[in-house]
């Protein structure tokens, strides 16, 4: 593992962004931003007209992205989509320059980016799998945290980019090691979300005010990132708006407990943590906020044993 010093700065220079979300989209404002030339595109007309309004130009599809750059950045919701970018027809195994760099900072499947990493190298381009935490407000404030693995000439190649996107980044070594950190460090902040929500609704039970509680955990060794942001910023005040959604969630939980029975591992927290984001699916929707798990708490405390419904 190794911290990368991102501390080159090569403005002026050219990147190309598929997938113009929220994430692609607060990308595209700090790299404007910090100087370089933004090629984006998606499948989206809205948020292509977004994108083209921050100063971003915009191509037509992949193919028209890659005749005018050779340093490409993904930001697409999961691993099917990245296939069929990379592999798909008009794709970037068609189109792309020789000798292209692509960083795809979708939150994928391992095994999935070891194998397109190959094929890729085998046609002289290089993959980072670059996943990030601090969703759209991180993206465009360029505070991102990235976990990155790949190769150690495409790291470099790359670090004028991540240097502007994120405040820290962490090599974990080869392709795919990126995206199992960060199926690693989303189902611990699932299972936080759901310690914490606990933890809250047990205070508030002894008469405990919630936000003067957070605030005593976080002053104790009980805190986490989601105790120290998500309930501050997001839960308290029950604004439910950070951007991920609880589809996006639900996925990332399900490919890590599939992660954890590829290795053989018995991890009986991991477990309850998949099961209570899995049966959310019954009563909250995909496109909530995925802050909204802590909800599955309320209601069931909103009937505790041995009272009647």
Same mark, same amino acid.
């Given at each position: +593992?190794?911290?990368?010093?991102? =501390?080159?700065?090569?403005?002026?220079?050219?990147? *190309?962004? /598929?997938?113009? *979300?929220?994430?692609?989209? *607060?990308?595209?404002?700090?790299?404007?931003?910090?100087?370089?030339?933004?090629?984006?595109?998606?499948?989206?007309?809205?948020?292509?007209?977004?994108?083209?309004?921050?100063?971003?130009?915009?191509?037509?599809?992949?193919?028209?992205?890659?005749?005018?750059?050779?340093?490409?950045?993904?930001?697409? !919701? #999961?691993?099917?989509?990245?296939?069929?970018?990379?592999?798909?027809?008009?794709?970037?195994? %068609?189109?792309?320059?020789?000798?292209?760099? /692509? +960083?795809?900072?979708?939150?994928?499947? !391992?095994?999935?980016?070891?194998?397109?990493?190959?094929?890729?190298?085998?046609?002289?381009?290089?993959?980072?799998?670059?996943?990030?935490?601090?969703?759209?407000?991180?993206?465009?404030?360029?505070? #991102?945290?990235?976990?990155?693995?790949?190769?150690?000439?495409?790291?470099?190649?790359?670090?004028?980019?991540?240097?502007?996107?994120? &405040?820290?980044?962490?090599?974990?070594?080869? &392709? *795919?090691?990126?995206?199992?950190?960060?199926?690693?460090?989303?189902?611990?902040?699932?299972?936080?979300?759901?310690?914490?929500?606990?933890?809250?609704?047990?205070?508030?039970?002894?008469?405990?005010?919630?936000?003067?509680?957070?605030?005593?955990?976080?002053?104790?060794?009980?805190?986490?990132?989601?105790?120290?942001?998500?309930? !501050?910023? $997001?839960?308290?005040?029950?604004?439910?708006?950070?951007?991920?959604?609880?589809?996006? +969630?639900?996925?990332?939980?399900?490919?890590?407990?599939?992660?954890?029975?590829?290795?053989?591992?018995?991890?009986? +927290?991991?477990?309850?943590? &998949? &099961?209570? $984001?899995? %049966? =959310?699916?019954?009563?909250?929707?995909?496109?909530?906020?995925?802050?909204?798990?802590?909800?599955?708490?309320?209601?069931?405390?909103?009937?505790?044993?041995? %009272?009647?419904?």
């Amino acid at each position: +593992m190794t911290e990368v010093n991102t =501390s080159k700065k090569v403005t002026g220079a050219t990147v *190309g962004i /598929i997938g113009l *979300g929220s994430m692609g989209y *607060g990308m595209a404002k700090t790299l404007i931003r910090e100087g370089f030339h933004v090629i984006g595109t998606d499948l989206g007309e809205e948020q292509k007209r977004a994108a083209q309004a921050l100063g971003v130009t915009i191509a037509a599809d992949t193919k028209a992205l890659c005749q005018s750059c050779q340093v490409i950045i993904l930001s697409l !919701p #999961m691993a099917k989509h990245v296939q069929a970018v990379i592999k798909g027809e008009g794709g970037i195994i %068609e189109n792309a320059q020789a000798n292209s760099l /692509i +960083m795809d900072t979708s939150t994928s499947e !391992p095994e999935v980016t070891r194998a397109l990493a190959a094929e890729l190298a085998s046609h002289g381009h290089q993959l980072l799998d670059s996943p990030v935490s601090g969703g759209p407000a991180g993206a465009a404030a360029g505070t #991102m945290v990235m976990v990155v693995g790949g190769e150690i000439a495409a790291l470099q190649r790359a670090e004028p980019f991540l240097d502007a996107l994120s &405040s820290k980044v962490v090599h974990l070594g080869e &392709s *795919g090691n990126g995206h199992v950190a960060k199926l690693i460090n989303n189902l611990l902040c699932a299972a936080h979300l759901v310690t914490t929500a606990e933890a809250i609704s047990l205070g508030k039970k002894a008469g405990l005010d919630p936000e003067a509680l957070i605030a005593g955990l976080n002053a104790g060794s009980g805190r986490s990132a989601v105790s120290e942001v998500n309930f !501050p910023r $997001w839960i308290l005040n029950e604004e439910f708006n950070s951007g991920f959604t609880m589809q996006l +969630m639900r996925k990332d939980v399900r490919l890590a407990k599939q992660l954890i029975e590829d290795m053989g591992l018995s991890l009986p +927290m991991a477990e309850q943590t &998949s &099961s209570i $984001w899995r %049966e =959310s699916a019954d009563n909250i929707a995909d496109q909530d906020d995925f802050n909204c798990i802590i909800k599955n708490i309320d209601q069931i405390n909103e009937h505790p044993k041995g %009272e009647e419904s």
